[in-house]
């Protein structure tokens, strides 16, 4: 009888058990399936986040030059001197180098016409001194003539051979066309990562009348490209010279942060020697914008320094950047 019961009590129990594992295994299966879906919603969510923060999050980046009352080059400035404004908004320096040593891509583009036709050797030969005496390893340059056209001579390298062949064939035309090489030269260059400068030699005139001057700033304020120009005028005299040619190199370089020379005070080897020193002195400055004025497309750059009085020293930077032109390498 105890066995019988004993066997009872296993049979009866025995089922029980295998049903009770049973129902559990359904609910952990079921939990399971459920699972995914349960956080596909959370997944998503996520996903949306992240791309939201990569769109928003911005860092602006602004290449600094300062000289002080005589015109010479101040390089022993701080973050701490330094404060940056967007549109009049005051924003948080997150980064700061002094003489950066980002990649210098430069593009030289040489104006080969008729107004300022003359000795191309000379001109090669102060372009290639120019050459050997700025690129490091890490830097490129490529070398484009204008006149009618656009031409280029030599691709982006560090090979100083290549360039020196380049700049022994450059041939003249009539016409000048001017704005078309800034915005041909701001294209190529935007696609590099590090600094961007374009160095034009001309006087100014535009013949061509392809592109326009507002067309040419735009792209190169598009493409974060600093412009320097070597003004060079064969004229002493007003007469017959282009002086609004003048004024809007002269603008362009102040409006992207580079800097205009008279090839005239000096000769064109010390015209390169200071674009060579001058982009030797720079701050790079960084910023992620916050506080942004809603609706706004360009918006605006100042550079100050605090503590010091506002004739004591000349600030130079880019006014500005597009919202719209996908950040670039720096």
């Not at 010390?270 to 910023?287: E, H, N, P």
């Amino acid at each position: 009888m105890k066995s019988s019961r004993a066997s009872g009590m296993h049979l009866c129990v025995a089922p029980s058990f295998s049903c009770f594992l049973r129902k559990v295994w359904e609910r952990i299966s079921v939990g399971l399936c459920v699972l995914p879906l349960t956080l596909a919603p959370v997944a998503l969510a996520a996903q949306d986040s992240i791309a939201t923060f990569h769109v928003d999050v911005r860092l602006v980046s602004i290449f600094v030059n300062v000289t002080d009352k005589n015109g010479a080059l101040v390089g022993g400035l701080t973050k701490d001197d330094f404060a940056i404004y967007e549109d009049g908004r005051p924003q948080d320096i997150a980064v700061f180098e002094k003489q950066s040593e980002l990649p210098l891509n430069l593009m030289l583009a040489i104006d080969t016409s008729g107004s300022v036709r003359k000795d191309m050797s000379e001109e090669a030969g102060a372009a290639r001194r120019f050459a050997h005496a700025i690129l490091r390893p890490q830097d490129q340059m490529s070398v484009i003539e204008f006149a009618t056209t656009v031409h280029e001579l030599t691709p982006f390298t560090n090979k100083l051979a290549v360039i020196d062949r380049g700049l022994g064939e450059l041939r003249s035309d009539w016409a000048t066309a001017l704005y078309d090489a800034i915005c041909l030269g701001s294209e190529k260059l935007g696609g590099k990562e590090g600094r961007k400068v374009l160095v034009v030699v001309s006087d100014g005139d535009d013949t061509a009348q392809s592109s326009t001057y507002a067309q040419a700033l735009e792209a190169a304020l598009r493409n974060e490209v600093m412009i320097y120009s070597l003004i060079d005028v064969p004229i002493e005299s007003s007469a017959g010279r282009d002086l609004g040619g003048e004024h809007a190199l002269i603008t362009i370089s102040e409006q992207t942060g580079g800097k205009y020379f008279y090839v005239n005070e000096g000769g064109l080897d010390k015209a390169f020697a200071k674009v060579s020193d001058d982009l030797r002195t720079q701050y790079l400055i960084g910023y992620y914008p916050h506080h942004q004025v809603p609706g706004t497309n360009f918006h605006r750059l100042t550079v100050t320094i605090p503590r010091a009085a506002v004739d004591e020293f000349d600030v130079r930077h880019k006014t500005g950047y597009y919202a719209d032109t996908p950040a670039k390498g720096n």
